[in-house]
């Protein structure tokens, strides 16, 4: 080969060597673009990997986590269920027991699992049992309720809650039951029944006692005031009428002066008798309303201890006797309270309805003011009379009082009391109205005055008799003893005037009053009492009453009233 082929042959050596070169450069950097592209595939894959292998950590964490809560929550409940009464149940749809815990003994026995309830209770409680449960798988609503189910002989009684059991796919599955024997409170409500009754029977027997207690105290007030009223006063006024007739019968000066002194000094006895006899018992606690006793009250306090009492509230409310006497003394018990403690001149009371079915009064100052608590314990150990017994005694009849006061705020007692009365009182009960007779005319002009008499004290008719029967123009035409006798022997004898007392057995002068006048207009009634103008004036006016005396008044006002109403008739 020559030389020239040679050099040829190795520059196409070189050329080939150049481009497999070239081919191995672009081999390279294909390759270093593969193997950079894979490495960062890898980095991408890693770090896919990196992540899941994190969200798996926590996933397992949190399992962990929970299963730990849920094992630590089954701990819980399983304590909770050991120590408590409630027992749990687990129930196929068949309704045989396959789980339970905290058995309780009457749940066939040591082991009820395989049992059903009718092989537990019986036929008949098991049969209810199921029912129950077997509604609840119906409804797939649960159901809470007391069943009572016999064992042994004994009656026990179960809390019984049951819910609907599901299996994994949500289906009824059965039923889970929780029981809770009752039986014990079932037994304490049963006592607890009867032991109310009880009390309601004793609370009952103490509003009759507590009414009886009143009757009591007001029959003996009543009692030693009627001994005064019907008898010492009687007495005194009879003797005021004989002295009457004794000063216009008597001829000499001397014999006028001692007389009057005389009737000066039975005047006397007859005011104090009179006051004692209010004090004790006042008229118109009986033969008016609460409020009329309310009203005479406010009077008393104002003349015996110049306390003045502004009266407030609902005119025409009245109460039972006995609650109108009992309400009346606990007025007065806290008027007196007022005067003696609260320091002021003046309080206020308020009678009116409240809640329908009660009556309240309430007594009010400004004065000082006072702790309940403490004067409460220091009545009831001392035994007085005031605040803590006026509570009791309105407790008994079902009655309550409220207590508002502080030192230097004043004090506001409310008395609350049934309008319903635990036993009444009786008393004299007003006859009705008989009907209407013919009105007969008035006596003719200078014609003697026919009068009538109506008092139930003998003593007092006698010597009204003489004084009339002494007077000129004057015709004592009978003598009645009691307002139904007034009403009937006026209805036969036509009087012009008619004296008549007040307070009388059957029938009082008021009623009989009201029937007299409505029958015969120009029948002229005047009223002749022992009690004082502002006690009973009032319902004797309202009921007809020309005018109103007091007996141990002078007697020629009484001549001269019976003239004035017959002239005005006529």
């Excluded at 407030?312 to 007025?331: W, Y």
């Excluded at 309202?542 to 007091?550: F, N, R």
Aim: hydrophobic residues 45%; negative net charge.
């Amino acid at each position: 080969m020559t030389a020239t082929e040679r050099q040829a042959e190795l520059a196409a050596a070189r050329e080939q060597i150049r481009l497999l070169q070239a081919e191995l450069a672009e081999t390279n950097r294909g390759l270093t673009a593969l193997t950079m592209e894979l490495e960062q595939r890898v980095d991408e894959r890693t770090a896919r990997l990196t992540a899941a292998v994190q969200d798996l950590e926590r996933e397992i964490a949190e399992r962990k986590r929970v299963e730990l809560e849920l094992r630590e929550s089954e701990d819980r409940f399983r304590i909770s269920l050991l120590h408590s009464p409630i027992g749990v149940y687990n129930q196929d749809r068949d309704l045989r027991y396959i789980w339970g815990h905290n058995r309780h003994p009457h749940f066939g026995g040591p082991d009820p699992i395989g049992k059903t309830d009718r092989e537990i209770f019986g036929p008949d409680d098991g049969a209810l049992l199921e029912a129950i449960k077997r509604e609840v798988m119906a409804t797939r609503i649960g159901r809470r309720e007391e069943v009572k189910v016999r064992i042994g002989g004994a009656e026990v009684f179960f809390d019984l809650t049951v819910e609907p059991m599901r299996d994994a796919s949500g289906d009824i599955a059965g039923v889970t039951s929780a029981t809770l024997d009752i039986t014990e409170q079932k037994q304490a409500e049963v006592q607890l029944r009867e032991l109310n009754a009880a009390l309601a029977t004793r609370a009952e027997h103490l509003r009759t006692l507590a009414s009886e207690l009143t009757q009591t105290e007001d029959r003996e007030r009543r009692r030693l005031a009627r001994v005064l009223h019907d008898h010492l006063q009687q007495l005194l006024v009879a003797a005021k009428f004989s002295m009457a007739s004794a000063l216009l019968a008597a001829p000499e000066a001397g014999w006028r002066e001692r007389l009057t002194k005389v009737n000066e000094l039975l005047d006397q006895s007859i005011a104090a008798a009179r006051s004692l006899t209010a004090e004790l018992a006042p008229p118109i606690l009986y033969d008016g309303t609460m409020n009329d006793a309310l009203r005479w009250l406010v009077r008393w306090m104002q003349e015996k201890h110049d306390f003045t009492v502004a009266l407030e509230g609902d005119e025409r409310i009245d109460v039972p006797l006995d609650t109108r006497l009992l309400l009346f003394q606990a007025v007065r018990e806290l008027l007196f309270n007022a005067v003696k403690h609260a320091a002021v001149d003046r309080a206020r009371v308020r009678l009116e309805r409240a809640d329908r079915a009660f009556v309240r009064v309430t007594v009010a100052d400004e004065g000082r003011g006072f702790d309940p608590l403490h004067s409460a314990a220091h009545e009831k150990s001392t035994g007085g009379f005031g605040l803590f017994n006026i509570r009791e005694r309105l407790e008994w009849i079902g009655g309550r009082l409220e207590i508002d006061s502080a030192p230097g705020r004043g004090t506001r007692v409310a008395a609350w009391a049934p309008l319903q009365s635990a036993g009444a009182i009786g008393a004299d009960a007003p006859s009705p109205a008989p009907p209407a007779t013919r009105v007969a005319p008035a006596a003719a002009p200078g014609a003697a005055l026919r009068v009538m008499i109506a008092d139930d004290h003998r003593i007092v008719r006698e010597g009204l008799a003489r004084l009339l029967n002494e007077a000129a123009e004057i015709e004592l035409v009978g003598q009645a003893e009691d307002g139904q006798q007034a009403v009937e022997m006026a209805r036969r004898l036509q009087p012009d005037v008619v004296v008549m007392d007040v307070s009388m057995p059957r029938m009082n002068g008021i009623d009989a009053t009201r029937i007299i006048t409505a029958e015969r207009p120009q029948c002229r009634v005047i009223a002749l009492s022992m009690h004082s103008a502002g006690d009973m004036e009032p319902a004797m006016r309202d009921a007809g009453a020309a005018a109103y005396l007091p007996k141990d008044g002078p007697a020629d006002g009484l001549i001269a009233a019976i003239r004035s109403g017959a002239r005005r008739a006529s």
